[in-house]
Nanobody, 125 residues
Framework: QVQLVESGGGSVQAGGSLRLSCAAS????????MGWFRQAPGKEREFVAA????????YYSDSAKGRFTISRDNAKNTVYLQMNRLKPEDTVVYYC??????????????????WGQGTQVTVSS
């Protein structure tokens, strides 16, 4: 099992920045990718960004490109999501997840098998 703990959420004004962290523990050796997803009330969880744990290759949703940056620190088993130029529509709960199900990247919720508890981000206009 892999345990994930997110931190770094909070409130910020539009145009501001936040950095989310996700620390992984447990059986992390089988992790191929770590990803960030987000979910608004009443909506489906959606892909934000993912990173290959071995190569560092990154993948982004269209809404995240140019504003968000995913990175990792293998020594700390931690993945980060740097969010810049935040907008009110970025106000949702953000979740990190690990993918051990396959060596190719995925933007699907079903492609990830361990999830954190989520961290709230609120962007005021």
């Amino acid at each position: 099992q892999v345990q994930l703990v997110e931190s770094g959420g909070g409130s910020v004004q539009a145009g501001g920045s936040l950095r989310l962290s996700c620390a992984a523990s447990g059986r992390t050796r089988s992790t191929y990718f770590m990803g960030w997803f987000r979910q608004a009330p009443g909506k489906e969880r959606e892909f934000v960004a993912a990173i290959s744990w071995s190569t560092g290759n990154t993948y982004y949703s269209d809404s995240a490109k140019g504003r968000f940056t995913i990175s990792r620190d293998n020594a700390k088993n931690t993945v980060y999501l740097q969010m810049n130029r935040l907008k009110p529509e970025d106000t949702v709960v953000y979740y990190c997840a690990t993918r051990t199900l396959g060596t190719w990247w995925s933007s699907q919720v079903s492609g990830y098998d361990h999830w954190g508890q989520g961290t709230q981000v609120t962007v005021s206009s």
